[in-house]
């Protein structure tokens, strides 16, 4: 059995350094909560699905309503508007007042978002549509990131492994799932998935139900700040280098996901089904770096960990636009297993730096990686308009290098690793 860990309301809101370690110390005994970290990775590769579906019925939606290029751009920023602009604010808020439950009322916008989008006969409903599962996706990032975290045991970057492991499985089964299921069943397919988001609400409740009894409304003294803790000029320089690293490893991540297809049709003359496989061999890589970075995290430390992982992919992103067709299979595997080992260390890291703020930190990060994913796309396509699609490939070859300003990161307390 799991030991329960003991969150009061105090230590989400006053100023204190590390809080969580001491009640990672008493539930170290029993360990990671496996179950909880189960669920809440399954819900995090079921909310992901729903919401790669919004990008993956574009063609439909431009077809059955005539709409533009400039339109279907309208339904990206709905929809990442509420998905990363709202995450900081959702996290923040829950920071204050911990929402056991939260997660599974997210999960409900997101379910009549689906709900609404697969009946919607008119352009501004689409958009109200986009705007709900973006509002539950706002809502499920920050808090479950926390919840992650407080069933980790002390293995904190292995849990935010697990708990990322499932959101990238998501991301790459999204398109598979719309070219099965949505392409040749029209829009109103789209109200299946809802069941997808029936399911996570059943799981999310029952998480919830494990989570409430670990917050108490009674009143703790603030801890002592730890003697090494970083100054907090120095927590300010390291969050924005961290959101730097975050920045460069997501636009190059972002510009494989979004735009190597065209760049494998473009030069190598492939088929668009053989493309969409080369695609999925680099998201598969994606999702197994995803899953190791945290336990390497945990084991050499995570400022190691982002070093190796922003500049160790540089060689083989320099490589990238040089190589044939198939040495840029195997790249592409290198790079995804490599580059995306980052984000567990990244996040671990920044919730270390600003401890009694987990959630508006978490939010931060995963509202700057959805808001680059999104810009990034675009402003890379207008590049490849104006230019080539292999020369975007060569100036993004040279992103992973901002992984030096790893070198402005504190060095952290010895005990904000285990």
Not at 58 to 76: M, R, S, V
Not at 158 to 177: C, D, I, N
Not at 359 to 375: C, D, H, N, T, Y
Request: a positive charge; glycine letters at 8%.
């Amino acid at each position: 059995m799991n030991k329960s860990v003991i969150v009061s309301e105090e230590a989400l809101v006053a100023p204190v350094t590390l809080p969580d370690v001491k009640a990672a110390r008493a539930a170290g005994a029993a360990g990671p909560a496996y179950i909880v970290l189960a669920g809440i990775s399954f819900s995090h590769f079921l909310n992901d699905t729903m919401q790669s579906l919004i990008a993956s019925v574009y063609p439909i939606l431009k077809e059955n309503y005539a709409l533009d290029f400039a339109q279907i751009g309208l339904i990206t920023l709905a929809f990442q508007f509420t998905a990363s602009l709202l995450q900081p604010v959702v996290g923040h808020f829950t920071d204050k007042k911990a929402q056991p439950f939260s997660l599974a009322i997210g999960m409900a916008f997101t379910f009549f978002g689906l709900l609404l989008l697969s009946v919607a006969r008119q352009y501004s409903i689409i958009l109200v549509a986009a705007s709900l599962v973006g509002f539950g996706s706002a809502v499920f990032h920050p808090e479950s990131a926390r919840i992650a975290r407080l069933a980790s045991g002390g293995r904190f970057g292995f849990a935010q492994s697990v708990f990322q492991v499932g959101g990238s499985l998501g991301t790459s089964m999204g398109p598979l799932l719309a070219a099965l299921i949505v392409v040749p069943f029209g829009q109103p397919s789209i109200a299946w998935f809802s069941t997808i988001a029936f399911l996570a609400i059943v799981i999310l409740w029952r998480i919830g139900q494990w989570y409430k009894p670990q917050i108490t409304t009674k009143r703790a003294a603030p801890a002592d700040p730890h003697p090494d803790a970083p100054s907090p000029r120095r927590v300010v320089i390291a969050l924005a280098v961290l959101v730097a690293l975050l920045f460069s490893k997501q636009l190059y991540v972002s510009s494989l996901s979004s735009y190597y297809i065209f760049y494998l049709i473009d030069r190598f003359g492939v088929s668009t089904q053989a493309a969409q496989i080369y695609l999925f061999i680099f998201l598969a890589a994606n999702a197994v770096g995803a899953f190791l970075g945290g336990p390497l995290g945990d084991r050499f430390g995570r400022k190691i960990v982002i070093w190796f992982s922003i500049l160790g992919a540089l060689p083989f992103t320099l490589a990238l636009p040089f190589a044939g067709l198939h040495a840029s299979a195997v790249l592409t595997v290198f790079i995804g297993l490599i580059i995306s080992s980052t984000t567990s260390s990244i996040i671990v890291f920044a919730q270390e730096l600003v401890p009694h703020r987990f959630g508006m930190i978490s939010g931060v990060f995963f509202g700057v990686a959805f808001g680059i994913g999104g810009l990034g796309a675009a402003v890379l396509g207008r590049l490849a308009d104006h230019t080539s699609i292999a020369f975007v490939y060569q100036v993004c070859a040279f992103l992973p290098a901002i992984g030096l300003l790893a070198v402005f990161l504190p060095k952290m307390p010895r005990a904000a690793h285990r």
